[in-house]
C-alpha cells in the first residue's frame, strides 16, 4: 500500500545524504557561522520577513542547490549577509549594493579566512541578487536561487523561468518535491 510514498521518500533519502556529505567535504573553513549570523542580527530592526528566519531557509534552499562545483562556503555567508543592509521591507533595490560594501568592510575580520575569489563571489551575489536574473556563474546563481526558493514567505510563487539554475528551475517546478526535501533536511 502507497508504495509511491515510500519510492518518494527513499529518493528523498538519498538526496538527503548527498546534502550532508557535501556540508562535510565543504564547511566553512575557519568561519564561525554563528559570528556570522550574530553581526547579521546586530541592530536589525526589520523582523522576520527579511529577517533571521528568511536567512536560515535561505542557507536550507542553497544547501539544497549546490552542486559539487558551488562554493558552499560563499552561499552559507551569502544566506546571513545578502539582506542585512535592508532599511525598508518592501522596495529596498539597493540594499544589495550596501551589503557587498559592507562585506568589503568586514574583509579582515569576520571574513579574513575568505580567499580573494571567494570575497569577490559573495560580494557579487549580494550586490546584484535584486538586479541581476542569472550571471553564469554557478556560487553566484546558487545564491540567487536559494533566495528566490524563498518567494512565498511574502506571496510570489517562484517562477522556473525566474531561476538562474537548472536546479532552481527543477524545483520552481516541483515545489512539492523540494518543500518534502527541505522539511527532511531540517528535521535532520
Same mark, same amino acid.
Given at each position: 500500500?502507497?508504495? +509511491?510514498?515510500?519510492?518518494? !521518500?527513499?529518493?528523498?533519502? !538519498? @538526496?538527503?545524504? =548527498?546534502? !550532508?556529505?557535501?556540508?562535510?567535504?565543504?564547511?566553512?573553513?575557519?568561519?564561525? &557561522? =554563528?559570528? &556570522?549570523?550574530?553581526?547579521?542580527? /546586530?541592530? +536589525?530592526?526589520? #523582523?522576520?520577513? @527579511?529577517?533571521?528566519?528568511? +536567512?536560515?531557509?535561505?542557507?536550507?534552499? #542553497?544547501? &539544497?542547490?549546490?552542486?559539487? =562545483?558551488?562554493? &558552499? %562556503?560563499?552561499?552559507?555567508?551569502?544566506?546571513?549577509?545578502?539582506? /542585512? *543592509?535592508?532599511?525598508?521591507?518592501?522596495?529596498?533595490v539597493? @540594499?544589495?549594493?550596501?551589503?557587498?560594501?559592507?562585506?568589503?568592510?568586514?574583509? @579582515?575580520?569576520l571574513? /579574513?579566512?575568505?580567499?580573494?575569489?571567494?570575497?569577490?563571489?559573495?560580494s557579487?551575489? *549580494?550586490?546584484?541578487?535584486? %538586479? %541581476?536574473?542569472?550571471? #553564469?556563474?554557478?556560487?553566484?546563481?546558487? *545564491?540567487?536561487?536559494?533566495?528566490?526558493?524563498?518567494?512565498?514567505?511574502?506571496?510570489?510563487?517562484?517562477?522556473?523561468n525566474?531561476?538562474? %539554475?537548472? !536546479? #532552481?528551475?527543477?524545483?520552481a /517546478?516541483?515545489?512539492?518535491?523540494?518543500?518534502?526535501?527541505?522539511?527532511?533536511l531540517?528535521?535532520?
Open positions: 500500500m502507497f508504495k +509511491w510514498f515510500h519510492r518518494r !521518500k527513499d529518493n528523498h533519502s !538519498k @538526496h538527503l545524504s =548527498e546534502f !550532508k556529505e557535501r556540508l562535510v567535504m565543504q564547511e566553512l573553513a575557519s568561519l564561525d &557561522i =554563528e559570528a &556570522i549570523k550574530q553581526f547579521a542580527l /546586530k541592530d +536589525w530592526e526589520l #523582523g522576520e520577513t @527579511h529577517g533571521l528566519p528568511h +536567512w536560515q531557509r535561505v542557507e536550507r534552499n #542553497g544547501i &539544497i542547490l549546490a552542486t559539487s =562545483e558551488v562554493n &558552499i %562556503t560563499v552561499v552559507r555567508l551569502f544566506a546571513y549577509l545578502h539582506d /542585512k *543592509c535592508r532599511i525598508d521591507n518592501s522596495y529596498d539597493e @540594499h544589495g549594493k550596501r551589503a557587498a560594501n559592507m562585506i568589503n568592510g568586514i574583509r @579582515h575580520t571574513l /579574513k579566512e575568505l580567499t580573494d575569489n571567494e570575497l569577490e563571489l559573495l557579487k551575489a *549580494c550586490e546584484l541578487h535584486t %538586479t %541581476t536574473l542569472r550571471t #553564469g556563474n554557478l556560487t553566484i546563481d546558487t *545564491c540567487f536561487d536559494a533566495d528566490r526558493l524563498d518567494l512565498e514567505r511574502v506571496g510570489i510563487i517562484p517562477y522556473p525566474k531561476m538562474a %539554475t537548472s !536546479k #532552481g528551475q527543477y524545483y /517546478k516541483n515545489l512539492g518535491e523540494f518543500y518534502d526535501l527541505a522539511v527532511l531540517t528535521m535532520e
